[in-house]
């Protein structure tokens, strides 16, 4: 079952935009709005060195989340494991599955910015590999085994809740991520629609079935809902325009990754795809027809009070009409 009504933070806060701090605690305000109302599922991301202070800690502030919330799936979206221990990744991990009750599903990135490499002292060149390797010693310590990695004794407790270990999607942009997917992964999330068939026809060559979560793009477009239009898009014109061309600046030099195209002026974000402001009736048709609302509240700074009026919306206006039960339903762990 897919994820129709997911809500995502990434905490950027850049000079022109709300505090920093403010955007910390509507965040986790939202998160506990979303979980009441039935929302499936919330994203936290990782990018470090970051002007704006995007989120550089997506596992501490996922445990706030859980401490939080009750229902939501958490979607660690995604965590850049080369830059990470994996047997602290794993033992960090663990202990946020057991703080949430077996909620979180975690996609692992091989990352994309030079810069990030170059501030932890990691080669760039060797990230793909060091994602495998880290999912791979995520996965024996999640066991429960003793085992050596590295010429090190590793034994890592207490065990996640989940078993035989937290659902691991891999992210990635090229042929290359999807067939390591279908070896290492539960499932796989590409930037690019043309690599699910390259995923799936890899599962098919390994005799693999269906995978535990089903393939979904990234980058749905960032949902807000109004009813005035016109007057939304002028509040969020300025912090998308932040939000998609930061984007743009980290993918510009970087091979092999999907390029967004820059825009110019704040009002290009109306055609620039990435972003939508929708009236009720728009909203409830997207969720109807299998598209789903996929919230990004506090884009690039956004004034809390903003942001609390679109979502104020879909609580009186989308969500009546939705036909589903507040606090949703999560009996299937592992929906994408």
Known sequence: MAD??????????????????EIYRAALDQAAWADRLGFDAVQVMEHHGSDD????APLVFAAAVAARTTRLRIWVSALVLPLHDPVMAA????????VSGGRVTLVVAA?????EFDMFGVDFSSRAA????GIEVMTRAWAGESFSYRGRSVHVTPRPLQRPRIPIVLGGGSPGSARRAARLADGYRPSRPELVEV?????????????LVPPSLAGHPTAFVS????????????HALHDTNSYVEWTRSQPGVYRQRALARPEDVRTGGGHLVLTPDEAVERVRSGRGLHLKPLLGGLDPDVSWS?????????????????????????RS
Do not use: C, H
Request: aromatic share 6%; proline share 8%.
């Open 310 to 334: 679109s979502l104020r919306v879909i609580e009186e206006d989308v969500l009546p009409r939705l036909d589903r039960p507040p606090g949703g339903d999560q009996d299937d762990a592992t």
């Open 111 to 115: 990352g994309y910015r030079l810069a």
């Open 199 to 211: 995923y799936l026809e890899e599962l098919r060559r390994l005799g693999k079935g269906a995978p």
């Open 130 to 133: 060091l994602a495998d390797e």
């Open 53 to 56: 202070g995007y989120l550089p």
């Open 227 to 238: 009813r005035d239009v016109d007057a939304t898009w002028r509040a969020i014109e300025a």
């Open 91 to 98: 033992e960090e991990l663990a202990v946020l599955d057991l």
């Open 4 to 21: 129709l009504l997911t809500i995502s933070y990434d905490l950027r806060a850049p000079d022109f935009g709300a505090p920093q701090a």
